[in-house]
């Protein structure tokens, strides 16, 4: 299977400790975005990258998040200092951007963060 | 404030069952999705749908968006166990960002 994969799937963490998630696209993918899912709400949008630039970064990515794609291929996903609040499904996804018009997300399975 | 505003939140019925689910906002769109999202998973992009009064269909599955092009539908006829899911309608803004509504909740008892 040549889909959207991310690691680990649960975490369990504690209030202050850091983690890190890790995506990888589909291959030759060149768009990788990050989103986050609270229960009972649709995914919003974390930051997105291009290659291995990050293009963009919501409001909702404080100076505790932190994201890298730094070959252009996987991407990571730290949180510092976890909170209760930031537990939720992490969601990774990616895309080949064509020079006009919509292109596919295909997303991952998710990371389920539990912040005790 | 949503800008999708999706309802019903959450729909139980039998199989065999149709049903419809909406997707409104006060804003106009040049294109709109529908996913699906089973228990566990990430979603699944159904369809797109892009101009005025279109209706696609997807086996069971009929979508359509609004003439106005601020709201959408998906009817699913004669509903399977299989259907149960998350289905999220979602619209693109800026050409890359993903915006989603909160989605409908949809269990198909067998």
């Known amino acids: 299977d040549t889909g959207v994969s991310q690691d680990p799937r649960h975490k369990i963490t504690k209030r202050g400790q850091n983690v890190t998630f890790r995506c990888d696209p589909i291959?030759?993918?060149?768009?990788l975005y990050w989103y986050r899912q609270t229960l009972g709400q649709g995914p919003e949008f974390l930051t997105y990258?291009?290659?291995?630039?990050?293009?963009?970064k919501s409001r909702l990515l404080s100076d505790r998040f932190s994201a890298e794609r730094p070959k252009g291929s996987f991407s990571t996903l730290e949180i510092q200092r976890t909170e209760q609040g930031d537990s939720a499904m992490y969601l990774c996804a990616s895309s080949l951007a064509l020079d006009r018009g919509d292109e596919t997300q295909y997303f991952g399975p998710g990371t389920r963060l539990l912040v005790l | 404030t949503q800008l999708l505003e999706q309802s019903p939140q959450f729909l139980s019925i039998q199989e065999g069952e149709n049903l419809t689910v909406y997707c409104n906002s006060s804003?106009?769109?040049?294109?709109l999705q529908w996913y699906r999202q089973e228990p566990g998973e990430g979603p699944v992009l159904l369809v797109t749908?892009?101009?005025?009064?279109e209706v696609k269909k997807l086996k069971r599955l009929t979508f359509q968006f609004g003439d106005a092009r601020k709201d959408s539908s998906l009817h699913i006829t004669a509903a399977q166990p299989g259907d149960t899911g998350l289905y999220l309608c979602?619209?693109?803004?800026?050409?890359?960002?993903?915006?989603f509504g909160a989605g409908t909740r949809l269990f198909v008892k067998a």
């Open positions: 291959s030759e993918h060149n768009r």
């Open positions: 749908v892009v101009t005025g009064g």
């Open positions: 804003s106009v769109f040049s294109s």
């Open positions: 990258f291009q290659n291995e630039a990050q293009l963009e």
């Open positions: 979602a619209i693109r803004n800026g050409g890359f960002k993903t915006i």
